[in-house]
């Protein structure tokens, strides 16, 4: 790129408007850019929600550790009755 020192004035004009000329080419694309990446940083705030909704979730019905597990109960076969010899 030249040295804008070395530029005489009406260079430097004319330099400076085809900048101007550039950037404003460029502004609809730089504009859908924006809007590409807004829309996409949405997105991404909805799954992070979703993902913190789902854990709320998943904590609430996971049983607390301070609750201990309810103990089974063991099972006792009913035992079966003894009769009593009778004389005959």
Do not use: C, G, W
Not at 39 to 56: C, F
């Amino acid at each position: 790129m030249e040295n804008p020192e070395n530029l005489s004035p009406e260079e430097l004009v004319a330099k400076k408007e085809e900048m101007l000329k550039f950037y404003k080419d460029s502004m609809p694309y730089l504009q859908a850019q924006f809007d590409y990446e807004e829309l996409l940083s949405q997105i991404d705030e909805m799954r992070l929600k979703r993902t913190q909704i789902q854990m709320a979730y998943a904590q609430m019905m996971a049983p607390s550790e301070e609750e201990p597990m309810p103990k089974e109960e063991p099972v006792h076969e009913p035992t079966k009755k003894r009769k009593l010899k009778t004389e005959a």
